[in-house]
């Protein structure tokens, strides 16, 4: 068992990301001054309205807001000019960094301001990627306007990939450095806010800062899960490890919270990746007609009978835990023993445990497919109402029977709920 002081577990209540689109314009709000047509930048300032829409709501789909003006840098120097420019202005103006929009309730909007299309970098062919493979420490230098999929396809070729990865890879590697940045791997290495060792950041007066734990330490852990208050992050030094090939993927299903979340904690308490799992997640179902949303490319038609049965003899929640075991070629011959004597502890119903042997950037990038599906389907670009929550150990089973079994079934909420359970410590 976990300690109770050194454990908690992290609910997530969707999945999110947007995508954007640009044309550029040159026509000046009356909001913004007029000095502004003077500096070179101003022909990278958009105001049509295929940029406009592009930026006038975000994945929550829950509000809309009509900026000034979209800005397309071409290096994030063009960034600190416009930050620059407005902190020295005498009619200043908010500026807003936006990536693939992956906030909410509006984070990224700018009323009246600009938004700083962080993409336009990674169009303009911007070279902000570096991977050093020698010496104890091998890392990748991203830009803060990259995907992770890429980051993490670059570093693939390396035999290394970043230390932990949110579920979502379309996401920014700024937009995630901005809040926290939380997926399976995060009990064992901590969020990727705790895996970076630098950072160039954008200050509010426009100044380019370089700093790390031992240089402008307060702006660097000011700016990691900062929200963007603390300046604008364009580039990242991100911690690498060995990378694997394949990954053994685990569901089991359970209809004890408690079993759950006991055998939750015993596997993230387990220190050595080459006995335990090297990811660890888990879902609660909160009813039969919620099965089938589960099935992904993952079970089969079988499966999901057999799991929809339990659900509806249950007459309540469901539990889902996920875990993977990633390995290569030299691994493969104990991945095997390792993963039969992990389920040998675990308190699983009965005939339902399955396992599936992906390539690991399948199962890492998984929730791409998920989102293909969806697009086809139409619902994707939808409302998505959303919160996260840390939840101490000590509580998780009274928020089980008060949340999920009581305002959430009484009500017949519909979407997805996703456990991690964490390391305090971490």
Known sequence: MANPKQSAIFLHFTILTTLTSFVLALVLPESLPSELQALEIFTE?????????????????????????????????????????????????????????????GQTFAPDGIIVNMLSLSHKHYDGSTIVTEGPFPYADAGGEQHWIDVLNATLK???????????????????????????????????????????????TGEIVTCSRDREPDLFYGALGGLGQFGVITRARIALEPAKKMARWVRLIYTDVKLFTSDQEKLISIEKSSSGFDYVEGQVILSEAQVPGIKSSFFSDSDIEKITRLAAQNQGPIYLLEGAAYYDDITATIVDGNVKSLLEQLNYESCLAFSRDVPLVDFLDRVHYEETVLRSLGLWLV??????????QSKILDFDSRI???????????????????????
């Not at 789909?61 to 420019?85: E, Q």
């Not at 200043?92 to 936006?98: A, G, M």
């Not at 970043?162 to 700024?174: F, K, Q, S, W």
């Not at 009581?406 to 305090?424: Q, V």
Request: proline share 9%; glycine share 10%.
């Open 45 to 105: 300032l958009a105001t049509d309205p295929v940029s406009m829409s592009s930026v006038a709501t975000d994945f929550g789909n829950l509000s809309t807001s009509v900026p000034a003006a979209v800005f397309y840098p071409s290096s994030p120097k063009d960034i600190a000019k416009l930050i620059h420019f407005s902190y020295t202005s005498t009619k200043p103006f908010t500026v807003s960094p936006r990536g693939v929009g992956h906030s909410i309730n």
């Open 383 to 392: 409302p998505h109402p959303w919160l996260n929550l840390f939840v101490p």
């Open 158 to 204: 390396h035999g290394l990939m970043p230390r932990i990865l949110t579920d979502y890879l379309c996401a920014t590697v700024g937009g995630t450095l901005s809040n926290a940045g939380i997926g399976g791997q995060a009990f064992r290495q901590g969020p990727q806010i705790s895996n970076v060792y630098e950072l160039d950041v954008i200050t509010g």
């Open 404 to 426: 999920f079994k009581g305002i959430l079934k009484e009500n017949k909420a519909a979407g997805l709920i996703l456990i991690y359970p964490l390391n305090r410590r971490k």
